[in-house]
């Protein structure tokens, strides 16, 4: 991919307004399309780094209401308890579980390090959400909501019908801010129907 690309509107949008990705810009659309976030809520932001996710959410929430994980190390972010940890491990699955206690919202902007190969990339990604979903399981409270990052491919749709089976309302949205190029995909749950 050219220079171009890369750095695109967004790219110098984050820039400008001091954020750390221009993924910040598809959470922000997602909220102000689906009302993900009320203040004093608490969020659990997985494969958070470098962490513009948690800047937003941490503006709206307020602070000390964000929990941020990711495999790698992340620098701070105020207001926001960062850790580093792989989501695939059941035990950091636990332990993220027992530290976050009773959450509102879950938001997982998790990615694989693409191989190219479209087939694995895609079963990666899957498998990402899954965990996420599995932490929802874990620590969601009843009636909070989810957002979840997934490449899509053969089994999207069955890992949307199980996010349908747990939550009232659910969308696949794609925001302006993802590239045209990408096959990534956001599922946005609401209400979730309860801990399994
Ligand atoms: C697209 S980036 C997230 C960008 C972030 N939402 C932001 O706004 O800055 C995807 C992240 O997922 C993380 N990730 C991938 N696999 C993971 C795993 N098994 N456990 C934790 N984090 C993981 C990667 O390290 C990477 O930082």
Redesign the pocket.
């Known amino acids: 991919m050219c220079a171009y690309k890369r750095k695109d509107g967004y790219y110098h949008k984050a820039k400008k307004e001091g ?3 221009r ?2 810009y ?2 922000k659309q997602i909220d102000e399309k689906f009302y993900i976030f009320n203040p004093g809520d608490i969020v659990v ?12 959410a941490v503006e709206v929430v307020g602070e000390d209401n964000v929990i941020a ?4 190390r992340m620098r701070d972010i105020e207001g926001v308890s960062t850790y580093q ?5 059941d035990e ?1 699955l636990n332990r993220l579980s027992i530290i976050a206690g009773d959450v509102d919202v879950v ?1 997982s ?5 693409i191989s190219g190969n479209y087939s694995l990339d895609h079963a990666r990604s899957v498998y ?1 959400s899954q ?1 996420a979903l599995k932490f929802c399981d874990m620590s969601l409270n009843n009636g909070g909501n989810f957002v979840v ?1 997934i490449f899509q491919g053969e089994d999207f749709k069955n890992f949307l019908e199980d996010v349908k089976s747990q939550f009232s309302f659910v969308k696949a949205h794609s925001p302006r801010a993802s590239r045209e190029s990408s096959s990534e995909m956001y599922i946005i749950g609401k209400g979730f129907k309860g801990k399994n």
Do not use: F, H, Q
């Open positions: 954020y750390r990705s993924a910040i598809k959470l932001d997985l494969g958070a780094a470098p962490g513009s996710w948690s800047e937003y994980i990711d495999l790698e940890g792989d989501l695939t491990d950091v938001i902007d998790m990615a694989p390090n990402l965990r990052k």
